[in-house]
């Protein structure tokens, strides 16, 4: 079955880099492409960026100065990279599975139980 | 970017109806999508493109709407359906979830 999992560091300094992974299974990295989605506590969620099926990247405006996402398909594995960390970048961060349908039909259908991340020294 | 906006919470009773709104601040055409989020998990898909059920969502969740104005019916409610709802539009860059109605059952 379809299963996304996070991983990575539960506390990152102010200012330092965030490094996540997503490891996937039960489905070809390309064939599906994967996003990051985080969500401050109490808070709406936000995507962050994609990593389409063909090797391309998509990132949220907002963020893109900061982020970098790649992948490993031999280790279907997708990994998040983000600069500068500050508090307010504090949340559960999720990677999910996309679906698309016609034209900018974009959601997400799986997704992994998410990985806290807090900014602070 | 796109806002959603959707109303911060409601309380009904089990058996009763109940609609949870999205109101977008530009067209989605019916590039909306739901998601319920129970406390201490990850969000589900339950419609995508307005009012596509989702496998294995019970059918007593439906969407409707275009544009703008779109809607998530819940008919009857059962106290499982305790949750925070979200909506997602996928219409316009960046893609941005609403902040979410959250549902309480008497």
């Known amino acids: 079955q379809v299963q996304l999992k996070e991983s990575g560091p539960g506390l990152v300094q102010p200012s330092e880099t965030l490094s996540l992974t997503c490891t996937v299974s039960?489905?070809?990295?390309?064939?599906?492409?994967v996003s990051w989605v985080r969500q401050p506590s109490g808070k709406g969620p936000e995507w962050m960026g994609r990593m389409w099926y063909d090797g391309d990247t998509a990132y949220n405006s907002a963020l893109k100065s900061r982020l970098s996402i790649s992948r490993d398909t031999s280790k279907n594995q997708v990994f998040l990279k983000m600069n500068s960390l500050q508090t307010d970048d504090t949340g559960t961060y999720y990677c999910?599975?996309?679906?698309?349908?016609?034209?900018?039909?974009?959601?997400?259908?799986?997704w992994g139980q998410g990985v806290m991340v807090t900014v602070s020294s | 970017d796109t806002v959603l906006t959707q109303s911060p919470a409601l309380a009904v009773s089990p058996g009763e109806r109940v609609t949870i709104s999205c109101r977008a601040s530009?067209?989605?055409?019916?590039?909306m999508h739901w998601y319920q989020q129970k406390p201490g998990q990850q969000p589900t898909l339950l419609i995508y493109l307005a009012s596509n059920l989702e496998s294995g969502v019970p059918a007593r969740f439906s969407g409707s709407g275009s544009g703008t104005d779109f809607t998530l019916t819940i008919d009857p409610v059962e106290a499982d359906d305790t949750a925070t709802y979200y909506c997602?539009?996928?219409?316009?860059?960046?893609?941005?979830f609403g902040s979410g109605t959250k549902l309480e059952i008497k």
């Open positions: 039960g489905f070809s990295l390309t064939s599906y492409s």
């Open positions: 997602q539009q996928s219409w316009n860059d960046p893609l941005t």
């Open positions: 999910t599975r996309d679906r698309v349908r016609y034209y900018r039909g974009y959601y997400f259908d799986y």
């Open positions: 530009e067209s989605v055409s019916t590039l």
